[in-house]
């Protein structure tokens, strides 16, 4: 019996050698740093594991990376690493690396060579034809791991778009209080990503596993809901990162009511585009209002975010399109440099400016 266990135990000890010398081994270059960005800078990388796939690897890949570059795109927070600087510092073979191992230990060395404060890694499953893609977002100074792993009921294996949509809403739930901290501390650092965390352990990881079932976000009724234009927060031009995160975070409270629909970021894009504006509380009253009737919407919701002596302060109003009368008011404020606090107090404010005066 322990000369057939034998070979088992040393194939066993040959693999997870192979796997650490794979994350000791990989030769990093990297990139000249980029122009300083109001966004936090994210690397993605596109994972498979089984067989059983329709489209191949590389058109996934890609699949995944407009995707996902579209959703970090419109939210105003991130923008994602071209592919082409990622295979500047990390090769073209990077599919086949040990990027789960000790930690992720990879790809946090591999965003701070992109001078990103975030790895993403996206990765399709399949086992006994049932279906899952896990997205992974890892800090890369604190080493702090967020995952969602949605398994797919139903509709088709490769019907990424709605998968990666639902995959976003809970990635950004669960890590927005590491993101502020991550914007704040990049505000602090004129825009550089804050150096690595060394000597200290890494937070517990943050799960989560959730049954997608196809259609699922189209098949809401919309009919009873309100069309809502959420517009970003106007800021100062160094507490954008900030301001956006904050927006974001009232609009997943808005959209969690089931009272409001909001219109998607892209539409508000085509509008702003057109008029050659930009998605903030910059517009005045009158243009915001009339984007909004280019959108549909009802109801816009605008607001400031900044400071008033030793405060960061949010204020939002809720106004009617048709009558540009305020339907609601809301505020929040915390101590400067504690802006965790507005966020603990999201739910509330969205509570507030949703009631009619």
Partial sequence: MRTRRLPQLLVALLSLFSAFCATQTVMLRTIPQPLASPR???????????????ISYPAYADAILGGVSKVWRATGMCEVVPAEDVDTAAGTTRRSLE??????ELARRVASALWAEY????????????????STLINARTGAVFEVTMRVLGGTRDDYP??????YRQL????????????????????????????????????????????????????TRI????????????????SSILSEALRAELAAQGRFELVSREALDRILEELSLQLSGALDESQAVKVGRGVAARQILVGHYGAVGSLSVIQVKRIDVETQKILGV?????????EEELLAGMAGLAAGVSTDD
């Fill in 119 to 134: 790895a993403m890694l996206v990765e399709r499953t399949e086992s006994n034809q049932q279906y899952s893609f896990k």
């Fill in 227 to 242: 069309p809502v234009a959420v517009y970003d927060f106007d800021s100062k031009e160094e507490d954008l990162l900030l």
């Fill in 162 to 167: 709605p998968v990666i949509q639902a995959a």
């Fill in 99 to 104: 990027w789960k191992a000790r930690n992720y």
């Fill in 172 to 223: 950004f739930s669960d890590a927005r209080h590491d993101m502020l901290a991550t914007a704040r501390l990049k505000r602090d650092s004129a825009g550089a990503p804050a150096a690595a965390v060394s000597g200290q352990a890494a937070p517990a990881p943050i799960s989560r596993s959730i049954d997608f079932a196809a259609g699922e976000s189209q098949s809401r009724a919309t009919g």
């Fill in 40 to 54: 936090l800078r994210v690397f993605v990388q596109p994972l498979e594991s089984g067989s059983r796939w329709r």
């Fill in 330 to 338: 809301g505020s929040l404020r915390c101590p400067a440099g504690r």
